[in-house]
Each structure stands twice: as C-alpha cells, then as structure tokens.
T-cell receptor, first 112, second 113 residues
Framework: EDQVTQSPEALRLQEGESSSLNCSYT??????LFWYRQDPGKGPEFLFT???AGEEKEKERLKATLTKKESFLHITAPKPEDSATYLC?????????????FGRGTSLIVHP | KAGVTQTPRYLIKTRGQQVTLSCSPI?????VSWYQQTPGQGLQFLFE???????NKGNFPGRFSGRQFSNSRSEMNVSTLELGDSALYLC????????????FGSGTRLTVV
C-alpha cells in the first residue's frame, strides 16, 4: 500500500527564515510525486511534479527536490503570503490505478 | 480560462437525508475526481470518472455514488447521511493523465447535523 508521511505537521517561521518541509513515501515504483499548496477554505493548488531521483523544480521562493525515499520542499526567505498547508502526493507506476495518495500536509505559518 | 466550479459552496443537512454535489471541470478536461477532506483523515479519494465511466473507486461505502455527463460535468451523491460525512468535498479535474497535476475546485463544505 502506498504511504506518504509529511513532517512536521505544523511549522512556524519568522519572515525571511528559510526552512524545509519533508515528504517521505513508500510506493511500488514512483510514477510521480506532486506538491500542492492549500489555503484555508480553498482547494489545493498544484505546484510541482517530480518524476525521478535528483530532479529539482523551482517556483519563486519554493524549490522541490526528490530522492528515492523522500522529497523536500525548501522555502527560501519566506513571506507571510507563503502561509498555507503544503500537501505532498505520490502516484504509483504499477497496479493500474494511478490515483495519487496524499499526505496529511504541513501547515506553515510565516510571521511578519 | 475558467477553473473548476463546485456548487454549492456550503450545505447543512440533517442525518438521514441525501445530498447531491455538482462539479464543472475545466473545459477540455475529461477526468473528474472527487475527494473527501477532513482534519483527521486528510484527503481521501472517493472516485474518478473519465468519459462518463467510473475509472477508479476509493474505499467508501455504497452510500457514496457519482456520475459524469457527456459534457464532463460530474455529480456526487451521498445517501442516508451520517454525522461522520461532515467534510470538505473536493472535485479535481485534469486531462486524463495525473502527471500533469490536478486542478481542484474550492470544494463544498458539508455539515451534517
């Protein structure tokens, strides 16, 4: 069974204080790993897809990296508007169903 | 382009009633998936429809059902509502291959009293 564990559950940062969110996964062959951002009262917003170990993708202050067992979402010099819940999801390469399995998310609060 | 539209945004129902939620995907997206989100369980997959056919189904009881119309719009129905069905129900669409990521709607907040 595919499993996704995100840590920490919650993270409080001061504006400008860089940090990383972790997504550990167990999947029978990784087809893709996804990062989403979710603001309160809204649906998740797609950020990145990573396909293979060593791959990196960047968007503004966010950089996602991937190894064979985990992914990191690095947040550089965060701003209060980066406050949100960040969700990680994995898609298995085998088994027919390619429905992503989501982690519980990391709730990030950035204080001004 | 217009995003994924879910209606209604909020709903309050009584235990035992049934409810129908609606989702209009992005134009051109043929896959529509439904998720239940609760603080305790996170995002749980309900089912996926592609070209009017249910392609995948999650581990939810038969009280949860759905359908997709020829214009790709989708509805989900929950019968005999229970208090535990209170959740945010999210609809997501994509072109049919999940690698490109899903576009989610803002959800329907269902409260069962």
């Amino acid at each position: 069974e595919d499993q996704v564990t995100q840590s920490p559950e919650a993270l409080r940062l001061q504006e400008g204080e860089s940090s990383s969110l972790n997504c550990s996964y167990t999947v029978s062959g990784l087809r893709g790993l996804f990062w989403y951002r979710q603001d309160p009262g809204k649906g998740p917003e797609f950020l990145f897809t990573l396909y293979s170990a060593g791959e990196e993708k960047e968007k503004e202050r966010l950089k996602a990296t991937l190894t064979k067992k985990e992914s990191f979402l690095h947040i550089t010099a965060p701003k209060p508007e980066d406050s949100a819940t960040y969700l990680c999801a994995v898609q298995a390469a085998s088994g027919g169903s390619y429905i992503p399995t989501f982690g519980r998310g990391t709730s990030l609060i950035v204080h001004p | 382009k217009a995003g994924v539209t879910q209606t209604p945004r909020y709903l309050i129902k009584t235990r035992g009633q049934q409810v129908t939620l609606s989702c209009s995907p992005i134009s051109g997206h043929r896959s529509v998936s439904w998720y239940q989100q609760t603080p305790g369980q996170g995002l749980q997959f309900l089912f996926e429809y592609f070209s009017e056919t249910q392609r995948n189904k999650g581990n939810f009881p038969g009280r949860f059902s759905g359908r997709q119309f020829s214009n790709s719009r989708s509805e989900m129905n929950v019968s005999t509502l229970e208090l535990g069905d209170s959740a945010l129900y999210l609809c997501a669409s994509n072109t049919g291959t999940a690698e490109q990521g899903y576009t989610f709607g803002s959800g329907t907040r269902l409260t069962v009293v």
